[in-house]
């Protein structure tokens, strides 16, 4: 069964302060690995998905990378408006993973002024 | 381009009742998966929909049901609700292919149960 680990549970940051967030996977055939930003009362709004081990993608302030066991999101100089529960999910080849996302418990990210 | 839309936003059901929410995927794609999320479990695959059939089913139980018509549009019914059944259900829509397919959300419906 795929399973998906983010750590920490929560983080503190000082606007400015950068950091990184960090999301370990076992899954049977990669499908892709996806970060998903979720603000309070709203759905995930997509960020990134990667695909393979070395694969890197950058939005703004954020950057995402992948290994063979896990993924890190790395936050540059964050703002009080990059506040959010970051959510990671891997997709599965194995039959039963099949148009599932498995998720992980995600990391609820506070950026103070 | 619109996105994944889902209705109704809000609802309060009574144990007991049944419910039925609706999405409407991105145009074009012909995928539809839907999610309960909770505080304790956090988000969980109920079941995933493709041309009309089911490809993928989670660990819920039989009131959970869905179904998807021939526009990709899709609905979940929840029979004989309990209060556990309170959450946010989300739905996502994706074009469905093998490999290479974003995977969007909606913004949920949140259902509470009294």
């Known amino acids: 069964e795929d399973q998906v680990t983010q750590s920490p549970e929560a983080l503190r940051l000082q606007e400015g302060e950068s950091s990184s967030l960090n999301c370990s996977y076992t899954?049977?055939?990669?499908?892709?690995l996806f970060w998903y930003r979720q603000d309070p009362g709203k759905g995930p709004e997509f960020l990134f998905t990667l695909y393979s081990a070395g694969e890197e993608k950058e939005k703004e302030r954020l950057k995402a990378t992948l290994t063979k066991k896990e993924s890190f999101l790395h936050i540059t100089a964050p703002k009080p408006e990059d506040s959010a529960t970051y959510l990671c999910?891997?997709?599965?080849?194995?039959?039963?993973?099949?148009?599932?996302?498995?998720f992980g418990q995600g990391t609820i990210l506070t950026v103070h002024p | 381009k619109a996105g994944v839309t889902q209705t109704p936003r809000y609802l309060i059901k009574t144990r007991g009742q049944q419910v039925t929410l609706s999405c409407s995927p991105i145009s074009g794609h012909r995928s539809v998966s839907w999610y309960q999320q909770t505080p304790g479990q956090g988000l969980q695959f109920l079941f995933e929909?493709?041309?009309?059939?089911?490809?993928n089913k989670g660990n819920f139980p039989g009131r959970f049901s869905g179904r998807q018509f021939s526009n990709s549009r899709s609905e979940m019914n929840v029979s004989t609700l309990e209060l556990g059944d309170s959450a946010l259900y989300l739905c996502?829509?994706?074009?469905?292919?093998?490999?290479?397919?974003?995977?969007?959300f909606g913004e949920g419906s949140w259902l509470t149960v009294v």
């Open positions: 999910a891997v997709l599965g080849a194995g039959g039963t993973s099949y148009g599932k996302l498995t």
């Open positions: 996502a829509s994706s074009q469905g292919g093998l490999s290479g397919n974003t995977i969007y």
């Open positions: 899954v049977s055939g990669l499908r892709g």
């Open positions: 929909y493709f041309s009309e059939t089911q490809r």
